[in-house]
């Protein structure tokens, strides 16, 4: 059974020594409003590689790995949206079946944030983290789906956080929706994380943010 989030004490991540500083310059398809395939190491995304893990582009996708248990790391490419429909492919490099990996939407700082997440053995959720905490918002504990590809395998996640409405998807399935009106803009950035063992090995590609 999936890790309860609604008592942790606090969240424990990764401290990022790098801010980003922007994503990329070149034309935006119409209702594109960010994209990344990681192809360039410039992009912006955040470049951590230190014992606790790894925040860093690595051939052509972007890699979060999590060296120390029941800890969150992510990473932003450092930009600003309010209402926005954002989309990657991950998948698990590496590590424990039991883990969390997704999308961040409305990041306003490390302690404030919404985080859409599945696990590479078909549970998912959607976590608010407010000054330092998380709660699971709309369910006691993650849920089940069958949906969500499981072990090895590519997963297509999709995150809506539009108005008070925060939606997740997988692989074109509606998984949960909630209502929370907490932070009403912010960053985007993808996470990975670890419950009781370590080495949560995720990489992304194909990240795109657009218009609701």
Same mark, same amino acid.
């Given at each position: 059974m999936k890790k309860n989030f609604g008592f942790l004490a606090a969240v424990l991540v990764l401290t990022l020594a790098i801010l980003a500083c922007g994503g990329t310059t070149t034309a935006l398809p119409e209702g594109v409003l960010f994209q990344d395939d990681f192809s360039s190491t410039s992009s912006g995304w955040d470049r951590v590689n230190v014992a606790d893990g790894i925040t860093d582009y690595d051939n052509g996708v972007y890699r979060i790995k999590v060296n120390t248990?029941?800890?969150?790391?992510?990473?932003?490419?450092?930009?600003?949206?309010? =209402?926005?429909?954002?989309?990657? *492919? $991950? /998948?698990k490099a590496g590590g424990p079946d039991?883990?969390?990996?997704?999308?961040?939407?409305?990041?306003?700082?490390?302690?404030?944030?919404?985080?859409?997440?599945?696990?590479?053995?078909g549970y998912y959720g959607i976590v608010k983290v407010k000054d330092g905490y998380q709660e699971l918002l709309g369910m006691s504990e993650m849920g089940y789906s =069958?949906?969500?590809?499981?072990? *090895? $395998? /590519?997963?297509?996640?999709?995150a809506d956080c539009v108005g008070s409405t925060i939606?997740?998807?997988?692989?074109?399935?509606?998984?949960?929706?909630?209502?929370?009106?907490?932070f009403a803009s912010g960053d985007v950035g993808l996470l990975a994380g670890t419950f009781d063992e370590?080495?949560?090995?995720?990489?992304?590609?194909n990240f795109q943010v657009l218009k609701p």
């Open positions: 248990d029941n800890t969150d790391v992510w990473a932003n490419p450092g930009l600003s949206f309010t =209402d926005v429909h954002v989309e990657v *492919a $991950a /998948t039991d883990n969390d990996f997704g999308i961040i939407c409305r990041y306003v700082d490390a302690s404030n944030w919404y985080s859409l997440i599945i696990s590479s053995d =069958d949906a969500i590809k499981q072990g *090895a $395998a /590519t997963n297509q996640i999709r939606s997740l998807y997988a692989n074109g399935t509606l998984l949960t929706t909630v209502s929370d009106s907490e370590i080495g949560t090995d995720i990489t992304f590609d």
